[in-house]
């Protein structure tokens, strides 16, 4: 089993910045294709990012592009997004979700593990 847990959401103005982490442990493969998903209230849940084992294949959402960046310390076991100029619409429960083969993943189903979530409230 692999537990995953976020952290460093929180309330911020918009243009501001914040980096969220969510360190891995448990039984999986060695450093598993990764995403960061959000959800809105109301809203589905969308991949905004996902990264492959070694961090040499990103992917981004197109209302991310630019502002958001997912990188990974496989040593430490963390993932991790850093997220600039953010904006009222950015507001969600921000989650990480690992999958159990080395590449790049876009689709959510094939994600078999998630975390419990951070919240990000970006106000105007």
């Known amino acids: 089993q692999v537990q995953l847990v976020e952290s460093g959401g929180g309330l911020v103005q918009a243009g501001g910045s914040l980096r969220l982490s969510c360190a891995a442990s448990?039984?999986?493969?060695?450093?598993?294709?990764m995403g960061w998903f959000r959800q809105a209230p109301g809203e589905e849940r969308e991949m905004v990012a996902a990264i492959n084992w070694s961090g040499t294949s990103t992917y981004y959402a197109d209302s991310t592009k630019g502002r958001f960046t997912i990188s990974r310390d496989n040593a430490r076991n963390t993932l991790y997004l850093q997220i600039n100029s953010l904006k009222p619409e950015d507001t969600a429960v921000y989650y990480c979700a690992a999958t159990r083969v080395l590449r790049l993943v876009y689709a959510a189903e094939q994600y078999a593990y998630w975390g419990q979530g951070t919240q990000v409230t970006v106000s105007s």
């Open positions: 448990g039984r999986t493969v060695n450093s598993p294709g």
